[in-house]
């Protein structure tokens, strides 16, 4: 499996307050990357576990995926009690929006199905109690 170290590219920089284009498509370059991202996206922020859930992929997986799209500048994530909550970081320029609203439309068909499972969890209070 490849693995990306997204601070890792010569033509990056240091400075991880500005996405540069090279960074955003490395880092969903991955197929698990690229729709743990449009997932939140369209969800607006979600926990590993309904992460875990709705790709059918394992916990380890998941959060491995998370932490280097956090570690590229895609997504932040913020701490409630023991669960952590994935959204978009804030600030990803106006071209990043937008190409996630393209990839969304692209992946539509495998989004539909991924909100799918994740609505079949239920409302997250419950979600945590289950899955958490």
């Not at 590993?48 to 997504?75: D, F, Y």
């Not at 609505?119 to 419950?126: D, H, K, L, S, V």
């Amino acid at each position: 499996m490849l693995e990306i170290d997204c601070h890792d590219v010569s033509t990056l920089g240091d400075d991880l307050t500005s996405l540069a284009p090279t960074r955003f498509f490395k880092c969903l370059g991955d197929d698990t990357r690229l729709l743990l991202t449009l997932l939140i996206h369209s969800e607006g922020e979600l926990c590993v576990c309904e992460l875990t859930h709705a790709l059918g992929e394992s916990q380890p997986k998941i959060s491995r995926h998370l932490a280097q799209l956090r570690s590229c500048g895609l997504l932040s994530d913020r701490r409630e009690g023991q669960w952590v909550y994935y959204g978009l970081e804030p600030s990803l320029p106006d071209w990043a929006s937008v190409t996630l609203k393209a990839a969304a439309e692209g992946e539509s068909y495998r989004l539909a199905g991924l909100q799918r499972r994740l609505a079949g969890m239920g409302n997250r209070p419950e979600r945590r109690e289950a899955m958490c």
